[in-house]
């Protein structure tokens, strides 16, 4: 049930005539007021699995490998060596990914990582289809759909690569937009997807967007799509979406470098001992292989070999991943239940309703977005960050925040979205008299 | 027991008078011929520790952990964060890091990818002491001691860092000549070490020579000493030599920041599931976390805790390595027995007799090692790159090669010696004749 206090804002800020403003910002003021006596401290700011979806994954801590460390092609998952990861654990991958296991490396526990050394390595020296470094390319740029992931904005900050915003639509970026700054521009060399349930609006990309993505004209040779697939089969619907292969349409069109594929276990099994993944072409692997063994003798092999034998099959990731939305699903839906009713007839409030992932984009009054932050910060919750969402951390409109709904437990949760709408409507009424 | 045929080529090579050449190549040419007929087929190339070895740890992998997954400071082993890794395992490894706990960094698996990142973040954005990064320094330069290990130098080649050699004398790298150059030349931004049991001489640091390297002048107000520490509770004598704490001997000579250290878990428990640190002044080690931060969003912190449970204590862990000891040590004395008695007398030959570590360094007639390397690849044993001890692969005196005996079976590894030996002795008596 929503707090008797958030219906009465709710009913006021439904009236939006000029002569009960007054009465309304009262009432938020007493809202306020309240929540500030509640000696609230709650950080809902990142998008955590629980500790009951981490317990789902229990018998992985505890599986005994004793039995068998020797992989079917007789590596020893204990020794050094396989700098690609072990067959059993790409095999695995292989269907989520699109793309043959001998073209997918497992290696470390974080994807971002993967990413992150992609990037090093393209800067420092070029990826297969051209010999310029990116770091000699003079403004080499990444498309970056916004909003979208703070981190992969980090990573262009990091290498000094330039940033150019795309706006993301129902379907996927604006590929209006995209195809005409590749077709035209020579520098810009990468663009970041998440492609489905994306980070922060929950967009799963449509088969057109993916064609267009596969098939356009670049004027870089070199252009690489750094395709992010973090929630391949993380539904919050009953039903998982289906993604077009990426990789097959790159090669259809005769593109087969393009792309590169990121997965990774951390949201299926335990995100501080995953495995991550990229997939790509022959080509590509080849390339991030003679670079990444420069830097180390080769990957954790026996967390791949645990994560394989808990992980066992596709059916059986697919049934874990509905472990997982049963626990997820009533947290997004509190979300929307809250703020519909707080803020449902709000013309200046919207968000969205993600059919998978971990986030709710929630698009706010221009100009109020840090002020909510701010506001929620003095009420002892930390649940965003104005402008994360955006390159270089800024938000030109200060109207988009992050919700992350996964982590607290059901009351705390509760108890963060009340002092959030309440935020909210103190802002919106702020900023209108 | 030596082959007969090795007695009487060693025989032959005691008398080096002219007129026994002939008579001795062609003892070497009938062992040859026979070695060439045993369809032998061996790699002993790296240093990997033996299946009996990793054996050792098997406890390791069964560890059930379900009991207690929350660190002593509430840490969830199982989720994200904690990029530093948990304390846990940073208090037990403090001891042979010679660094504070909440100085040192456990991250990934690979001692090598923190190294390999931290020359990275320099190239890039300099190191503290420095605005400059060392892609922006004309010549940026490390002395490289030789013989060395060659995934130093491949990093310095990978990031374009020049390679400047000096020798390795009995305990420790030519000072005089480290010391000269460091003064003069602030182009020189680092210098890469092995200080116990080093890789492949196994050289121990003396005092003198650690209190040098702490101390000097440095040109260069960012110099660092790259402190690969990962022999350094790996004795083959029965008792472990003791090193000189870096780190307490540059803050003693105000220089807290020159130095980083590195270790891993690898050769005591699993190489292919190890753990990593780094450990340095707080300044660096925030300076590496920050740029961290943006790779990945933290280590595999349940294998760090699957580590703790299993090494327990810093006796715990001298125990284990010396079970590791009582395996590898046989190895070592077959490697001297079979060569002193085949190539004792050879006033061309010469190995070293390390007190630890993973290797021996053999030195042969300027010359002839590349010349050794074919012929024994010819008779089925892969067991050295000539030059790969040196920067760019390259021995301009042909006349160093690495051996390392732990991986095979004794059987193997006797057939293997033999093989290389006869190889030394027919690549010498082609050289002299």
Tied chains: 1, 2.
């Excluded at 974080?110 to 420092?124: E, F, I, N, Q």
């Excluded at 099959?313 to 874990?320: D, Q, V, Y």
């Amino acid at each position: 049930m929503v707090h008797p206090d958030l219906m009465k804002v709710s009913n006021l800020l439904v009236n939006s005539a000029d002569k009960v403003l007054l009465a309304r910002n009262e009432a938020i003021d007493e809202a306020w007021q309240q929540i500030l006596q509640d000696n609230i401290s709650i950080n809902i700011e990142r998008g955590i699995p629980s500790p009951a979806q981490l317990a789902l994954s229990q018998p992985l801590l505890d599986a005994p490998l004793s039995g068998g460390y020797i992989d079917v092609d007789g590596t020893d998952s204990r020794n050094y060596g396989q700098q690609q990861g072990l067959p059993i654990i790409r095999e695995l991958f292989s269907p989520f990914m699109g793309v043959p296991a001998d073209q997918i490396v497992a290696h470390g526990s974080s994807s971002l990582g993967l990413m992150y050394d992609t990037v090093s390595w393209a800067v420092r020296h070029g990826v297969p289809g051209s010999d310029t470094p990116w770091s000699k390319v003079k403004d080499a740029t990444f498309i970056c759909i916004i909003p979208g992931y703070d981190r992969h904005f980090a990573i262009c900050e990091e290498f000094g690569l330039n940033m150019i915003v795309v706006p993301m639509l129902d379907d996927g970026p604006d590929m209006v937009a995209v195809e005409n700054i590749c077709r035209q521009y020579p520098n810009i060399k990468g663009i970041w997807c998440v492609p489905k349930y994306s980070n922060p609006t929950g967009t799963v990309y449509s088969d057109k967007v993916i064609e267009a993505l596969a098939s356009m004209e670049t004027a870089a040779p070199d252009f690489r799509i750094f395709w992010d697939n973090a929630y391949c089969v993380h539904p919050l619907a009953e039903n998982d979406r289906e993604l077009a292969s990426i990789y097959d349409a790159c090669v259809r069109h005769g593109n087969p470098d393009r792309v590169l594929i990121y997965s990774s276990t951390s949201k299926m099994t335990l995100p501080g001992a995953g495995v991550a993944f990229m997939g790509a072409s022959a080509t590509n692997t080849a390339w991030w292989l003679r670079h990444a063994t420069v830097r180390s003798v080769g990957p954790d092999k026996v967390n791949q070999l645990r994560q394989a034998r808990f992980l066992k099959s596709p059916e059986n990731i697919r049934a874990l991943m509905e472990q997982h939305r049963q626990l997820l699903k009533p947290k997004f839906e509190l979300v929307n239940t809250i703020f519909s009713e707080v803020l449902g007839c709000q013309q200046h409030v919207s968000w969205t309703r993600p059919e998978g992932g971990y986030f709710i984009s929630l698009h706010v009054l221009p100009g109020t977005a840090s002020r909510i932050v701010q506001l929620a910060a003095e009420a002892g919750v930390r649940f965003a960050r104005s402008g994360s969402c955006y390159p270089y951390g800024r938000d030109i409109n200060d109207a988009q925040l992050r919700i992350a709904p996964s982590w607290p437990e059901t009351e705390q949760l509760r108890l963060a979205l009340r002092v959030i709408a309440i935020c909210i409507a103190k802002a919106t009424a702020e900023k209108l008299l």
